[in-house]
């Protein structure tokens, strides 16, 4: 059985209108807790909403450009069937054969190294056009 966590829309600031303004991560990325997923915005902030749990990022409910009531499901994560159900299970997901660790990747998104393995380019190199200068799936696919 494939548990999920369905990452919501704050009820904190019930009444306030919120729009999802831009997706961080994508369908089939692995996300650890407390990973930014989504860019919210209302009429007097941005906020990021994180991860509540980690595994992959399964589903996308809310598109860009939506408006998002409070409570309501933005995206739904496919927990790792060793840690659903274990509050002692480490908080990141394995990562995926040939992938390092190290520091300079931790950077890049999954997707990206994957990217850059397929088509033999380092991320460092290419100009990325994502929030604060990230390199996206879409930069790499264009470099």
Not at 15 to 29: C, D, F, I, M, S
Not at 65 to 74: K, T
Not at 97 to 109: I, K, M, V
Request: proline residues 9%; contains cysteine.
């Amino acid at each position: 059985m494939v548990d999920f966590s369905e990452v919501l829309v704050p009820v904190e600031q019930e009444g306030t209108k919120a729009v999802v303004r831009n997706w961080l991560k994508q369908p089939g990325e692995i996300v650890a807790l407390d990973d930014p997923l989504v860019e919210l915005e209302t009429d007097k902030v941005t906020q990021e909403i994180s991860a509540p749990a980690a595994g992959i990022l399964d589903e996308i409910v809310m598109a860009s450009g939506m408006d998002a009531a409070p409570g309501a499901v933005l995206c739904r994560i496919r927990l790792r069937p060793s840690t659903a159900g274990d509050e002692h299970a480490p908080d990141t997901p394995p990562l995926p054969p040939g992938e390092t660790g190290n520091e300079s990747g931790d950077r890049f998104s999954p997707a990206v190294r994957s990217a850059g393995e397929q088509y033999g380019i380092d991320p460092a190199e290419v100009v990325g056009t994502g929030r604060d200068g990230r390199v996206t799936r879409m930069d790499m696919d264009a470099a």
